[in-house]
């Protein structure tokens, strides 16, 4: 198995709180994506990474901030969480944009 | 409106039975890749398609990559219950990597 990490696991947290979700990496795999999953929609990126420091919006990156400062660590930063952001948030590697993405096992997050 | 789209978005068939999987977009792909998930873990790879026209076989599973490189097809002969998951299609777009709407399946014994 890939090692990727997510933490937490999961996590309940109120409405207008700062939130941050961690991808911990031991692939050195150069690209590093964050996705969310809702019923319908499958998986929508919000942001993702292709080195230290570069990293760049996807489909629904609204509210949602990241930051990347090693190879191993990609952050995701729900800046005031909001109901909306309620979802099963997924980080994937890959080594390049068209190669075989590797999961973590996801973290379930509820905005009250 | 999200680039990839999976038809139908639900399915349930009984054990025995063939089904087709499609995913479409108005754009043009350097490649496919096919996915499934199981409740409580990440998707997992199946094929990566790469040539317009390419048909890969996986067992049971068939995958086509259209000609045009915009849509692609997953078709399962004779499902088990085993197959029961969450498919999802994948094409890398301007260096990222964006998935499809996906479709659920579910196979009765």
């Known amino acids: 198995d890939a090692g990727i990490t997510q933490s937490p696991r999961h996590k309940v947290t109120e409405t207008g709180t700062p939130v941050t979700l961690r991808c911990h990496q031991t692939?050195?795999?150069?690209?590093m994506y964050w996705y969310r999953q809702d019923p319908g929609h499958g998986l929508r990126l919000i942001h993702y990474?292709?080195?230290?420091?570069?990293?760049d919006k996807g489909e629904v990156s609204d509210g949602y901030s990241v930051s990347r400062s090693k190879t191993e660590d990609f952050l995701l930063t729900l800046e005031s969480a909001t109901s909306s952001q309620t979802s099963v948030y997924f980080c994937?590697?890959?080594?390049?944009?068209?190669?075989?993405?590797?999961f973590g096992q996801g973290t379930r997050l509820t905005v009250v | 409106t999200q680039l990839l789209e999976q038809s139908p978005q639900f399915l349930s068939i009984q054990e025995g039975e063939n089904l087709t999987v499609y995913c479409n977009s108005s754009?043009?792909?350097?490649?496919l890749q096919w996915y499934r998930q199981e409740p409580g873990e990440g998707p997992v790879l199946l094929v990566t398609?790469?040539?317009?026209?390419e048909v890969k076989k996986l067992k049971r599973l068939t995958f086509q990559f259209g000609d045009a490189r915009k849509d692609s097809s997953l078709h399962i002969t004779a499902a088990q219950p085993g197959d029961t998951g969450l498919y999802l299609c994948?094409?890398?777009?301007?260096?990222?990597?964006?998935f499809g709407t996906g479709t659920r399946l579910q196979v009765f014994p």
């Open positions: 994937a590697i890959s080594a390049f944009s068209n190669t075989e993405a590797f």
């Open positions: 692939e050195n795999h150069r690209y």
């Open positions: 994948a094409g890398d777009n301007t260096d990222k990597l964006i």
């Open positions: 990474s292709y080195g230290v420091k570069d990293t």
């Open positions: 754009s043009v792909f350097s490649s």
């Open positions: 398609v790469v040539t317009g026209g």
